[in-house]
């Protein structure tokens, strides 16, 4: 069965302190990953889309690459206006009408 | 422009009342999408249309009617609801359904049933 699995549940921050998000995947013919980004109340708004292992985009503090099996959402040095829910999707199959699977999610705090 | 724009932005409705709620995009995307989430969960796929004709309907009860009446606008109808259908019901839209092309959300109806 295909699943997308999100770590931690929840990330708390000091302002500046690095870290990365984790979002692990198993599933059948992966067509395309997504990260958004997600304020409370609010819609997700789209980050980047990676396509294949070895990929890497890059948004101001944010950097995001994919491996076989996982992807990974580093933050930089980051703000208390980076705050929010992170969200990883999949989007896999290998027929027309293949469905986006998205992850739980994973909060993140960050503390000026 | 990737803006999707959804209204109303806050619904109040009882049990036997009737409401709809309304989506649009005009960035030529052929794909759009109702979402419902609840606090703390990830957005659920309720259904899809893909030129203008359903493609994906996940078993959603029939007091939830989608309706898209051209290629900018959808519709999601309600009917009959129950408590528990309160949640935001987030609007997207891609180029196409298939493939691998990002979603463009809307900022959400935050619906609530009394």
Redesign the interface.
């Given at each position: 069965e295909d699943q997308v699995t999100q770590s931690p549940e929840a990330l708390r921050l000091q302002e500046g302190e690095s870290s990365s998000l984790n979002c692990s995947y198993t599933v059948s013919g992966l067509r395309g990953l997504f990260w958004y980004r997600q304020d409370p109340g609010k819609g997700p708004e789209f980050l980047f889309t990676l396509y294949s292992a070895g990929e890497e985009k890059e948004k101001e503090r944010l950097k995001a690459t994919l491996t076989k099996k996982e992807s990974f959402l580093h933050i930089t040095a980051p703000k208390p206006e980076d705050s929010a829910t992170y969200l990883c999707a999949v989007q896999a199959g290998y027929s027309s009408a293949s469905k986006i699977i998205f992850g739980s999610g994973t909060r993140l705090s960050i503390r000026p | 422009d990737?803006e999707?724009t959804?209204t109303p932005k806050h619904l109040v409705m009882g049990m036997t009342n009737k409401k709809s709620l309304k989506c649009e995009q005009h960035m030529g995307h052929r794909a759009m999408y109702w979402y419902k989430q609840k606090a703390?969960?990830?957005?659920e796929?309720m259904f899809?249309y893909s030129y203008e004709k359903l493609?994906?309907n996940e078993s959603v009860p029939s007091r939830f009617s989608p309706e898209c009446p051209n290629s900018s606008l959808l519709n999601l109808h309600l009917h009959a609801l129950q408590p528990e259908d309160s949640a935001?019901y987030?609007c997207?839209s891609s180029q196409r359904?298939?493939?691998?092309?990002?979603?463009?959300?809307?900022?959400?109806t935050?619906l609530t049933v009394t």
């Open positions: - | 990737t999707v959804q703390k969960k990830p957005p796929l899809v493609s994906i935001l987030l997207a359904e298939w493939g691998s092309y990002e979603q463009y959300f809307g900022p959400g935050r």
